[in-house]
């Protein structure tokens, strides 16, 4: 859905899905769980890719990557301005 409340492109013309495959193609996608992150998330899991999903909190990473195959999703909680302390 769009912030409008319409449908995106791809959920309108299944034939749009069709054209765009990422089968077995890796790809990492950070604030994947919300927004623009999240249908990134959606796209290339649609299309066949391997996604590891990361955002700060994984409860919400977990409801993206239930929707998701669970064969081909991980989904990873973290912050990147954690640092590690020695």
């Avoid at 449908?7 to 927004?35: E, K, N, V």
């Avoid at 899991?45 to 998701?68: F, I, K, P, Y």
């Avoid at 195959?69 to 990873?76: G, I, M, N, Q, S």
């Amino acid at each position: 859905m769009t912030r409008s409340g319409g449908a995106s492109p791809s959920q309108r013309d299944p034939a749009c899905r069709s054209h765009f495959h990422l089968t077995g193609a890796p790809r990492f996608i950070t604030g994947a769980s919300r927004g623009i992150g999240r249908g990134i998330a959606n796209v290339f899991s649609h299309a066949g890719a391997n996604v590891v999903l990361t955002a700060r909190g994984q409860e919400a990473l977990d409801a993206v990557a239930g929707a998701l195959d669970p064969e081909r999703t991980l989904a990873v909680a973290g912050d990147r301005h954690e640092r590690r302390r020695p």
